[in-house]
């Protein structure tokens, strides 16, 4: 027979305990964030209807950069390269029975046809946070708040990163003033979205080119800070206001590590309002961790109501890049807390009786059954991470008092079970 | 626009706060008892080369019961349909790095492509538990004595479910004694599987067309007891021993729901010695729950050394449908513990200082933003099921003494922000 590939498929990955293990840490921090604020988690199925893209993103890009394949009933199926689509219809479609607001959060794993690379593969998984049902910018707070919370969780300090915030709608005013056709706003916003990726003069140019020098070197203007766009639209612009209004209560909440930039577009398909993002200031990782923004409409395609609707993502792969170039990844520790090792074959029976005693007591404890010399059993413990070990020999079994030791700093207690167990119920 | 279908796609399921509640709740229990025995987690993504299952499972089926597509890049893709295969991949690869045994787990989910019916869905979780590197049987006894313990933790008691146990080597030893061909064990192995779905008389009828009357029915009258199979290949057999010394080591934890059943075969493809499985004793319900065992030369394919591995799965549609017969199923509640609703907005900043204390001391908050009546606030945290309400007016903004209500009894706490601290923290 011939030898079978041990590689995993192309732009995934596979999670050995150790990597599990950070993925955990971020996933329980994201979850205990979230949860603070009172959103509640959902979840559903990677396999959805192609249709459900089709309707929002086109055609193109769902054949050319999701996974799409036809199951044998005929039916087009996309393994999910987001959630945003999969809440919109669930919510769709118990629209009446729910209590609005809503606020949802899920971990979904989500999947793109793409070439990997640092920070992009073919497989990740994204917090989704949403908050359904309130028009007001206390739900654009809210959410920018969480997403800010999160990081500060992680243990990120708030020199580590910025929240740029904008709105879509001071950019359709902008361009309103300046009369551009669909198509010239269409062009415009996709060379903003890049404007990071190139030069400035590559920029400028574009820029001409697309609604001639005078306008372009106006706009590019105007772009250039805050200030000048609300000069050029007026204090008193509604969506002026409301975006000033969101970094007033931000810093009410004393979150101050925030700009209001006028180029942000986060991409330009659903959103309808507040636009943000977290972005790294480090200069090894300088970029966008993730963000968000509001989508007031995208429950139109199902025919259901209008229902107001705010929300962000933030993908595994970026938040564990950003935890190691800011030094926050924990350091790799078994869950097991004690590895129970027997001198012969006789005190099994003991092992066995002690392990079911501190399991009882929500120990997590791994008895050895290798059954090799005793040292071999302590250094199986420091290679798997465990943190200590008991070794059971007749007086053990006799006195039942055991020696707990600490393989980390070498410290040996002599203890009972129950001293063992409310060590480990102190520690914890 | 044509309005688009808010079903999800078939055979899967959408998670509803409330049902993934239900999942969470499962999952927790299932991942207390596997850390509490020493198993540390892994994980993987679902997509793998389909290579990797024709090895085992043969070309057909592959095609015919999993999704399998070409990607762009002309790899064949298969969605995992069970985890064991990438499981055997990744320990193969880092064979010589690990320091085993190894005790893994992971709750993955797993696709099938076949009809849905009651417990079989396209898309569902299960839970798989594995122990590498023991060959004697302190592991299959270890790895039984968790499913009988994850059952346990569910909530089951000991007469809600019997432990079946066989060996693949006993009934290799009574093939033998029969002299049946490679081609008669195969069909006699796929006959025997599925006995409890035929009448007896079917049975009978089949097994004598495969190897004569007179054979069929003295193999029939051995398989009807383990006494019999004892005798016919009598009690020093080592895979008779084996079978018999894990039922008493059983017994030694207190596990006496088990039977030695020679009829056992949980398929037949990669098994090598124990077999098991837990069966549901409600006769609402009466089949197999999950079950595993032990499988000593999957990473053969591989090329790598023999390890041996004992294992199972479980899944998360049939543990639901357990618990649901069994009447195991917790009442949904929120993790969401308290609303704060205020009489109207000039107690914002004294609601947002409140949950932000409360957030600080671990306690999940939800702030109402809907401005809505107070008792519409009031309905809209009994809708949700959060079970405490804290209604904030001119009082308690001057005293800072807090009312808080516990929706399902209808008490009334005047306490601090402290007092509610301290309360919830002894809950907990």
Chains 1, 2 share one sequence.
Not at 292 to 314: C, N, S, T
Request: proline share 3%.
């Amino acid at each position: 027979m011939s030898k079978l590939s041990t590689e995993s498929y192309k732009g995934v990955r596979d999670f050995y305990p150790k990597d599990k293990f950070i993925q955990n840490h971020i996933f329980k921090k994201l979850r205990e964030t979230v949860e603070r604020f009172g959103y509640v988690e959902y979840d559903a199925s990677i396999l959805e209807s192609a249709e459900l893209y089709k309707a929002k993103t086109g055609e193109e890009i769902v054949n050319e950069q999701t996974y799409t394949f036809t199951d044998r009933g005929g039916r087009e199926v996309t393994l999910r390269p987001e959630m945003t689509p999969t809440i919109a219809r669930m919510i769709a479609a118990q629209e009446r029975e729910l209590a609005f607001p809503l606020r949802w959060y899920s971990i979904p794993n989500l999947f793109r046809y793409e070439k990997p690379q640092r920070g992009r593969l073919r497989e990740h998984w994204q917090l989704n946070v949403d908050l359904f049902g309130v028009e007001s910018n206390e739900a654009d707070t809210e959410v920018i708040t969480i997403a800010y919370s999160i990081l500060k969780h992680l243990g990120a300090s708030d020199d580590a990163f910025i929240i740029r915030i904008n709105n879509r709608k001071t950019i359709n005013a902008l361009y309103d003033s300046f009369n551009l056709s669909e198509d010239e706003r269409y062009k415009v916003s996709k060379l903003i979205d890049k404007k990071n990726k190139i030069s400035k003069e590559a920029f400028s140019r574009t820029l001409s080119d697309i609604i001639t020098t005078e306008k372009g070197s106006l706009l590019e203007q105007i772009l250039s800070s805050s200030e000048h766009l609300i000069t050029h639209l007026g204090a008193e612009h509604p969506a002026i206001k409301d975006t000033r209004e969101i970094i007033k209560k931000l810093s009410e909440q004393n979150i101050t590590n925030v700009v209001f930039d006028p180029t942000l577009m986060r991409g330009f398909d659903y959103y309808t309002g507040v636009v943000f993002e977290l972005f790294d200031t480090n200069p090894e990782n300088s970029r966008s961790l993730f963000g968000g923004g509001r989508y007031d409409d995208l429950l139109d395609i199902f025919g259901a109501r209008k229902i107001p609707a705010v929300g962000f993502g933030m993908g595994d792969v970026t938040a564990k890049d950003f935890l190691e170039v800011h030094d926050l990844l924990p350091q790799y520790t078994s869950s097991t807390q004690v590895h129970i090792c027997t001198l012969t074959t006789l005190q099994k029976p003991a092992a066995h009786a002690l392990a079911r005693t501190l399991r009882n007591a929500n120990i997590n404890v791994s008895l050895d059954i290798s059954n090799k010399k005793i040292g071999d059993q302590i250094r199986y413990a420091t290679r798997q991470h465990i943190p200590y070990v008991i070794v059971i020999g007749e007086d053990e079994v006799k006195t039942e008092i055991y020696s707990l030791k600490n393989l980390d700093t070498g410290e040996e207690k002599k203890l009972t079970a129950s001293e063992i167990i409310s060590l480990f119920t102190t520690h914890a």
